[in-house]
């Protein structure tokens, strides 16, 4: 299955890839530590490849982590894949999970993100209700334009 969301945020589009391809591993608990904890770099160089440990906070139900791998990673186009390989998602049902974030400059201050999550599921029980795959996506990014515009 795949679901798609779209956000503009008010960030140019290198400052956003900086913090969303190279800058994850210490941004992520600095914009929401009540859902990611702590995060960690157990291979790779931050690049394809690159697996990263999630470790969860106190809004985050039934999930303590997450080990997330970088499938795609194309810094010319600004595209960023990021597939569930341990834990979270994959204990909640899903037994696939990847969620793409494409950028496009709109402008020097202005970026479109573009996210599209492809996933399955074991049973129809588990399933999300419609929007719910990208919606965490969209609220990150959101999370992510909030903090960036404080240190602009």
Not at 15 to 40: H, N, Q
Not at 95 to 105: D, E, G, I, P, S
Not at 120 to 139: F, H, L, N
């Amino acid at each position: 299955m795949q679901e798609k969301g779209q956000v503009k945020v008010n960030v140019g589009i290198d400052v956003l890839w900086r913090a969303l391809a190279k800058d994850l591993k210490s941004i992520l608990p600095t914009i929401v530590p009540k859902l990611v904890k702590e995060a960690e770099i157990l291979e790779g160089d931050g690049g394809l490849g690159t697996v990263y440990l999630f470790k969860f906070g106190p809004d985050v139900p039934n999930m303590s982590y997450q080990k997330e791998k970088i499938v795609e990673f194309d810094e010319s186009l600004h595209q960023i894949a990021l597939q569930v390989i341990e834990g979270g998602r994959l204990n909640l049902g899903f037994t696939f999970y990847k969620a793409c974030f494409q950028l496009t400059a709109l402008g020097d201050s202005e970026t479109l993100v573009d996210l599209k999550v492809d996933f399955a599921i074991e049973c129809q029980e588990t399933r999300a209700p419609p929007g719910e795959t990208v919606k965490s996506g969209v609220a990150f990014i959101q999370a992510l334009e909030n903090f960036l515009l404080k240190q602009i």
